[in-house]
């Protein structure tokens, strides 16, 4: 059986590569001639395209609960980071977004072409206190121009079962611009694991939980809650 499964992996990405290289190449030519919120729903479509093609190579569905929750207002949004699964799921459905990441993925070639385009938030994890620094005025500023924030505070991918350490980074931004936090929690490691190749059916569930007011909160607390709502939730998948 895991034979079956690579084999449909290597389907899944001689798919994958070239919706990346073609979406990214454009987004960064044509792109630059059409306005931000258009622009980025239109290089999102490969993070649809590649992952209704994982669903029919690797057998790997989602089922979401909470997309009711999602403010109107800006956000920051705190999600588990498992794989590479929720980056595309969720830079495509909280759109517009824009994503805390390395700075070292802006250098991938075509694939970090076309997320520059998206406005990201590109830190340097070497340098923690210059990095809050960053997250908080170039978040605010994002926030101010009407874009959600991502953030996955556990900073990379954690296997699936583990627990990483959970930065405060995303809840000083809510608190210190007063937009509110949206916890996402989700078992993608279970089917696309993180840091390994071979993908396996099955459904990875998505729950987006209530947006919690981060008035007058403390960044530690308002973090361990985000992390206790998050951890608990996985666990009772």
Known sequence: MNFVYALRTIIFYCVYSPTIIIFSVLGCTVGLFIPYRPRQTFITTANAIVLWWLKLTCGIKVNVEGLDNVPKQPFVALSKHQSGWETFFLQRTLRPVST??????????????????????????????????????????????????????????????????????????????????????????????????????????????????????????????????????????
């Open 100 to 237: 805390i990441l390395k700075k070292e993925l802006l250098k991938v070639p075509f694939f970090g072409w076309g997320l520059a385009m998206t406005r990201p938030i590109a830190i340097d994890r070497s340098n923690p206190k210059q990095a809050l620094r960053e997250v908080i005025s170039q978040g605010k500023q994002r926030l101010e121009e009407g874009n959600n924030i991502l953030i996955f505070p556990e900073g990379t991918r954690i296997d699936y079962g583990e627990i990483g350490n959970y930065s405060r980074s995303g809840t000083s931004l809510a608190i210190s611009s007063g937009a509110a936090v949206l916890p996402i929690a989700h078992n993608a490691g279970s089917c696309w694991p993180a840091h390994r190749f071979v993908k396996t059916p099955g459904t990875i569930h998505v729950i987006i939980g209530k947006p919690i007011d981060s008035t007058g909160r403390k960044s530690k607390e308002l973090t361990d809650e985000v992390k206790d709502w998050i951890e608990t939730t996985i666990e009772a998948l």
